[in-house]
């Protein structure tokens, strides 16, 4: 299924944290959204899932707009891996794990043999079926992102959502979930903090600054020197990977100065 974010504006407390982001994302892609804390990520990614409604702008799944589409519809369609919440911490985990069913369930259906043998799945995809009758709220954070992961994959929707999923993950799992993530037949939309995550696994990258789209494309040309420069103030070297071709990026001390990025926009997206 195709995602786009056409000219999205959005504002929270009356301060405007995205501006006119314009991003379309093809059917089967996997998309790295990063840039610096506050740049707008998860504000992006909950346009779409329907949490923060754009001020201007539209947000379709295919040619549907997300925000004039029912709520229970849109949940059939976006699976969402979001920071775990302490209103679930009382529920064990199989029971976490199914919540994803709900939208699929009519009044207070029952779960049904499909359900659990999807739940069941998910979990075992993410190494975590050993815990399933244990309470949420008594894992580690590491654990409760799997659980949160399963859950997502146990909605079995064709776009997925992941914000920030690799917090609290040690690196084998993180390379584990990106490996996975990256494994699916679905349209996928990731907030990443870890560039060389992104540029390894991502089939292309996002940049957001300041609120603003500032680069768009495969890892090596939307995460260049000048562009992760500018937007991160970090000197960088971009290498290429010498088994699968991907490009690494090699960081160094941050340059003297550094421009608004408003400024260099231009140059950029030269």
């Known amino acids: 299924m195709r995602v786009r974010f056409d000219h999205v504006s959005a504002a929270l407390g009356g301060r405007e944290v995205l501006r006119d982001v314009d991003i379309e994302i093809r059917p089967g892609r996997f998309l790295g959204l990063v840039g610096p804390n506050g740049s707008g990520k998860s504000t992006l ?28 519809a849109v949940a059939r369609t976006v699976a969402v891996m979001t920071q775990e919440t302490s209103t679930e911490f009382d529920l064990t985990v199989l029971d976490a794990v199914l919540l994803a069913r709900v939208p699929f369930q009519r009044g207070f259906g029952r779960d049904t043999d499909a359900d659990l043998d999807l739940a069941w799945t998910a979990l075992e995809r993410v190494g975590a079926t050993d815990v399933a009758d244990r309470p949420i709220g008594r894992l580690s954070g590491g654990q409760r992102q799997r659980v949160m992961l399963a859950r997502a994959l146990a909605a079995d929707a064709p776009v997925l959502v992941l914000d920030e999923p690799t917090n609290h993950l040690d690196i084998a799992f993180q390379l584990e979930l990106m490996r996975i993530a990256a494994g699916l037949d679905r349209t996928i939309i990731a907030a990443l903090h870890d560039l060389n995550l992104a540029a390894t696994h991502c089939d292309d990258i996002a940049v957001l600054d300041g609120g603003r789209l500032v680069a768009t494309g495969t890892p090596a040309e939307a995460l260049t020197p000048r562009v992760v420069e500018d937007v991160f103030g970090v000197a960088v070297d971009q290498l290429t990977h010498p088994r699968t071709g991907r490009p690494v990026l090699v960081f160094d001390h941050p340059p003297q100065t550094r421009q608004d990025p408003t400024d260099r926009r231009d140059e950029i997206n030269a």
């Open 45 to 72: 990614l909950r346009t779409l899932y329907r949490t923060v409604a754009p001020s201007s702008g539209r947000v379709l799944l295919d040619e549907r707009d997300v925000w004039r589409t029912d709520r229970r």
